[in-house]
């Protein structure tokens, strides 16, 4: 007797089904796509009527203004697209450094807020309140005020050994000569080392643990390599010279301030998260995995730490996200980002709409790799939790 789904009348409802479904999906497309290319015309034939440009040709035109700060080489010469180049650079630098900054110390406030000792709770407790209740926006402009104002002059800085200088310029420190060979050196140090200690604690630890553990110990070693490096190739020291500091490589006020104030900010919102995720885990875990007879670094090793980090990384994705965005503010302390750019090129050529257009659509990008990476992260975390 044939099934349910072998019968042909069976087989022609779910054809006429899905037949129907098609239908109204391409329908509803139709309407969106009329419903967009309408916009589109009525936002070309106003912008023709007001003698105003439109279309992505300027990013081929000479830009007129220069950058203060940027990873490549850009002067008033060049066209638009190294700009906007520039200023995506600016923008990805300070938000990978600060979603690096901000989960370390977020991990540490977290922890300190789980601490049974009553000065290090409180200190916890008001780092979080303090960050997380006070706008961003005014985080940054008194960080930057105290930078500018209580530093000393750039003639008279703070020395630190010969090494570095900080003052109301920023913060100069020292580099090894043509530092682009030791940074590769350095950068392929650290993946060999961090891949072989992994190698070594997964015999005894989870992935998850390995990794950390791995990280730092890969993070001191490149540090390592770094100053013989230096050593090796010659170092290039902040010198003070009587109307500016040369030599070595800086930090300029204005990144600095938008550094310390995204991880500040986004670092209160991290330690309640990794708060959370170690307290959601059953006590009775603990109690019962030392019946078993393991140890208290083997117990959150195997068992808390990959439980409480599975309820973490999702929300972490969108701290990581939202501390992305929140990088345009760096416009407020005049740090040349993405959004700074685009201010520029709006005041001198009025094409706001393709400024738009092309700032939306980098921090777009940006998110959604940062979506798909922590997507990746939370599959292998979820899988190393069932292992476990």
């Known amino acids: 007797m044939a099934g349910p789904k072998g019968d042909a009348s069976w087989r022609r409802r779910e054809r006429s089904r899905k037949l129907k479904e098609g239908l109204w999906q391409g329908i509803l497309l139709l309407i969106l796509i009329a419903i967009f290319g309408s916009f589109v015309f009525n936002v070309s034939e106003n912008l023709q009527a007001r003698n105003i440009h439109s279309g992505f040709g300027f990013l081929f035109e000479r830009s007129g203004f220069e950058i203060g700060e940027s990873l490549i080489t850009f002067n008033s010469s060049e066209a638009y697209?190294?700009?906007?180049?520039?200023?995506?650079?600016?923008?990805?630098?300070?938000?990978?450094?600060?979603?690096?900054?901000?989960?370390?110390?977020?991990?540490?406030?977290?922890?300190?807020?789980?601490?049974?000792?009553?000065?290090?709770?409180?200190?916890?407790?008001?780092?979080?309140?303090?960050?997380?209740?006070?706008?961003?926006?005014?985080?940054?402009?008194?960080?930057?005020?105290?930078?500018?104002?209580?530093?000393?002059?750039?003639?008279?800085?703070?020395?630190?050994?010969?090494?570095?200088?900080?003052?109301?310029?920023?913060?100069?420190?020292?580099?090894?000569?043509?530092?682009?060979?030791?940074f590769l050196i350095t950068t392929f140090s650290f993946g060999f080392c961090w891949w072989l200690v992994r190698k070594i604690l997964m015999r005894k630890m989870t992935g998850l643990v390995s990794t950390t553990i791995g990280l730092g110990i890969a993070f001191v070693f490149s540090i390592i390599v770094w100053i013989i490096c230096g050593y090796s190739f010659g170092w290039s020291k902040p010198e003070v010279q009587r109307f500016a500091i040369e030599g070595g490589a800086s930090l300029s006020p204005e990144f600095l301030a938008l550094w310390i104030g995204l991880t500040f900010f986004t670092s209160a919102s991290i330690a309640e998260i990794f708060r959370a995720g170690f307290l959601a885990v059953p006590?009775?875990?603990?109690?019962?995995?030392?019946?078993?007879?393991?140890?208290?670094?083997?117990?959150?090793?195997?068992?808390?730490?990959?439980?409480?980090?599975?309820?973490?990384?999702?929300?972490?994705?969108?701290?990581?996200?939202?501390?992305?965005?929140?990088?345009?503010?760096?416009?407020?302390?005049g740090y040349p980002d993405l959004v700074s750019i685009g201010n520029s090129t709006i005041n001198l050529n009025g094409q706001a709409l393709e400024v738009i257009v092309i700032v939306m659509s980098v921090f777009l990008t940006l998110n959604l790799i940062t979506a798909v990476f922590m997507n990746w992260l939370n599959a292998k975390v979820t899988r190393g939790t069932h292992g476990a």
Do not use: C
């Not at 000065?119 to 209740?133: P, W």
């Not at 670094?297 to 501390?323: C, D, G, H, R, T």
């Open 283 to 333: 006590k009775g875990q603990w109690s019962a995995a030392s019946a078993l007879g393991m140890s208290k670094s083997e117990v959150v090793s195997y068992i808390v730490f990959p439980q409480a980090l599975k309820l973490a990384v999702p929300p972490l994705a969108s701290q990581y996200m939202n501390l992305t965005k929140n990088s345009s503010l760096a416009v407020v302390v």
């Open 81 to 182: 697209f190294k700009a906007f180049l520039a200023g995506m650079l600016n923008t990805i630098k300070v938000s990978v450094l600060s979603i690096i900054t901000a989960t370390v110390l977020g991990i540490i406030i977290g922890l300190m807020r789980l601490s049974k000792h009553p000065i290090l709770r409180f200190l916890g407790a008001a780092h979080v309140e303090f960050y997380r209740n006070i706008p961003l926006l005014v985080q940054l402009l008194l960080i930057y005020l105290l930078i500018t104002e209580l530093l000393p002059d750039s003639f008279d800085p703070l020395h630190f050994g010969s090494w570095a200088v900080l003052s109301k310029a920023g913060f100069q420190f020292a580099i090894p000569q043509n530092w682009h060979i030791p």
